[in-house]
T-cell receptor, first 113, second 113 residues
Framework: AQKVTQAQTEISVVEKEDVTLDCVYE???????LFWYKQPPSGELVFLIR??????QNEISGRYSWNFQKSTSSFNFTITASQVVDSAVYFC??????????FGKGTRLHILP | EPEVTQTPSHQVTQMGQEVILRCVPI?????FYWYRQILGQKVEFLVS????????KSEIFDDQFSVERPDGSNFTLKIRSTKLEDSAMYFC???????????FGPGTRLTVL
């Protein structure tokens, strides 16, 4: 079965705090891709990162960082020094060889001023 | 930077009417997708399209739905007789041979009254 689980439905933190969004995936394939997308209130899906299954290196992009651990099938996303503009719904997603993307249910992040 | 575009941004229709949602994928992309997001829920795969035919479709994509690439640029999703439960945001996405990332359009919000 292919599945993406985002156990945190909603998170609220105060601005400048760090926050980690959890993502756990299930797949039978050895080759797959993992993604994070941001959906601001305007509704569009903004691509944040892609990671393939052979690359377990963690990545940092500004205040964003991602921790990919195949041993635990997790691909967690951390925002450091959060800002109000980070408020959005964040989706973790999985793509196998058959190309379609399977999304998690999303985590709604509120950054409070 | 090239992007996927979708029109209209918002479509309101009466139940039972036909609607056509339009997408212009990135010009050198070859694989095209439609996804649906009911308000407050996760993004769900509808259909993938390659080489002028459907590659895969989900259970949601029943006989009321069809896709077409009528010319070299547009990719359309038609719903023949809309139902109230078709109200959702519809996202088009495309991917090329040289990339592993699906790029999403801004979405069309369909409201069925």
């Amino acid at each position: 079965a292919q599945k993406v689980t985002q156990a945190q439905t909603e998170i609220s933190v105060v601005e400048k705090e760090d926050v980690t969004l959890d993502c756990v995936y299930e797949t039978r394939d050895t080759t797959y891709y993992l993604f994070w997308y941001k959906q601001p209130p305007s509704g569009e899906l903004v691509f944040l990162i892609r990671r393939n299954s052979f690359d377990e290196q963690n990545e940092i992009s500004g205040r964003y960082s991602w921790n990919f651990q195949k041993s635990t099938s997790s691909f967690n996303f951390t925002i450091t020094a959060s800002q109000v503009v980070d408020s959005a719904v964040y989706f973790c997603a999985l793509r196998n060889r058959d190309d379609k993307i399977i999304f998690g249910k999303g985590t709604r992040l509120h950054i409070l001023p | 930077e090239p992007e996927v575009t979708q029109t209209p941004s918002h479509q309101v229709t009466q139940m039972g009417q036909e609607v056509i949602l339009r997408c212009v994928p990135i010009s050198n992309h070859l694989y095209f997708y439609w996804y649906r997001q009911i308000l407050g829920q996760k993004v769900e795969f509808l259909v993938s399209f390659y080489n002028n035919e459907i590659s895969e479709k989900s259970e949601i994509f029943d006989d009321q739905f069809s896709v077409e690439r009528p010319d070299g640029s547009n990719f359309t999703l038609k719903i023949r007789s809309t139902k109230l439960e078709d109200s959702a945001m519809y996202f088009c996405a495309s991917i090329g041979l040289s990339t592993d990332t699906q790029y999403f359009g801004p979405g069309t919000r369909l409201t069925v009254l």
